[in-house]
């Protein structure tokens, strides 16, 4: 059945090469990487005398601390909130928001999130507090905070959006995730437009957590190279407004497709021929209506570790073989985790809109186990169609396709 197109109207990350927009093309262009030694003293975990040094590099956002919400909404003071009231007020997102209300009615803007951590930082902080015995202290708020729903519930209480709202847990594909979800919304008329996003903040449970898994490169993480050993962990905050393309008053591109699937081949480890990958890519190529030799470029999730980056190149070099140019973004700032999607998606937002393919960061040459085609340098190339992936730990795996909107 044919639908009306649902296009991007507006978009906005914020991660640790800087706030919005032009910060990350001017770090893509100039290729200026954000990774650094990990020392992780949030204001938080303060009054405990620790700062938390791994021998691994962290995307850290800067002045978060700084960051002070609303008055009315001081139950949700966290970490993660914080860098999402800090995404929310880049690019001229407050007035975009503001307009949707006023054009659609409130009730009719969805609010579709994706995280992993939530507000796992004030948890820990709450454990702290509590020194091993005791009840958790009375200032803990966890529907607040800690709570996977207090993003979308913070969001919605900051914009005063009130459609249907909720949050998308599934690991690192959650903030992929939240575009399919809110496409399926506005064609079953539940919505006429929606505010999606993800926001992920750096907490001690995903860097010693990772760190137990042997997953943290000791050096700034370098997808698909030979000697690559592991990933950078990173934060961020993302944002883009759907519309149905006849009432948007911009387009910044097409949502062309979307494929999601759960390969359940393992906990933490893909299918070594990256078997439910190639299901998102191929979903997304069949509802975008596409073959793959029109696919001009792929932003990889590229995490950097041994067995993700093969299994990927397999899946991807499986259904485009080796003409498609793609590459990894995350040597920029880091594994976002639960927004990597929304923050790669932005990337491949501005590929598209800028004609250019950002190189691989870090990376000298491909790994010859990885038969994709890898972008090392940035090239400049007209680029109708991009597609970009995030696959998440238990295989839960969604694959986005964009195009760009003719100017």
Known sequence: ?????????????????????????????????????????????????????LDTYIGEVEGLQDVALPEPLARYDCRNNRLAYLGLQQDGLPAQVQRLKDQYGAERVAVI???????????????????????????????????????????????????????????????????????????????????????????????????????????????????????????????????????????????????????????????PEGLGAQLAMRAALDRAGLRAHEIDYIN????????????????VAAIFGDAVPTSSTKAWFGHLLGAAGIAEAAVTLLALAEGFAPGTLNTEEKDPACPNRLLIGNVDLPLRYALTNSFGFGGSNCSLIFEAVAR
């Not at 030979?226 to 519309?243: H, T």
């Not at 950097?304 to 397999?314: I, L």
Request: hydrophobic share 40%; with cysteine; aromatic share 8%.
């Open 1 to 53: 059945m044919q639908r009306e197109p649902i296009v991007v109207s507006d978009f906005t990350a914020t991660t640790a090469v800087g706030r919005g927009r032009e910060a990350l093309l001017d770090a893509l262009r100039t290729r200026r990487g954000a990774l650094k030694p990990c020392e992780f003293a949030p204001p938080e975990l303060a009054p405990f005398g620790r700062v938390h040094r």
């Open 113 to 271: 999130l994706g995280t992993s951590t939530a507000g796992l930082l004030q948890a820990e902080w709450a454990y702290h507090v509590r020194g091993g015995a005791g009840p958790l202290p009375a200032s803990f708020d966890y529907a607040a905070t800690l709570n996977g729903y207090s993003l979308a519930s913070f969001v919605t209480a900051l914009t005063g959006l009130a459609g249907p709202a909720y949050v998308i847990s599934t690991a690192c594909s959650s903030s992929a995730k939240v575009f399919a979800t809110a496409a399926r919304l506005m064609q079953a008329n539940l919505a006429d437009a929606a505010l999606v996003g993800g926001v992920d903040s750096l907490c001690l449970t995903t860097l010693y957590g990772f760190g137990s898994l042997e997953l943290l490169s000791r050096a700034p993480c370098k997808p698909y190279a030979p000697d690559r050993s592991g990933i950078s962990i990173g934060e961020g905050a993302g944002f883009a407004i759907l519309e149905r393309e006849s009432r948007a008053p911009r387009a910044v591109a097409r949502l062309a497709g979307w494929g999601e699937s759960s390969d359940a081949h393992h906990m933490s480890s893909p299918h």
């Open 300 to 315: 990889l999730h590229g995490t950097a570790t041994r067995s993700n980056d093969v299994a990927e190149g397999r899946a």
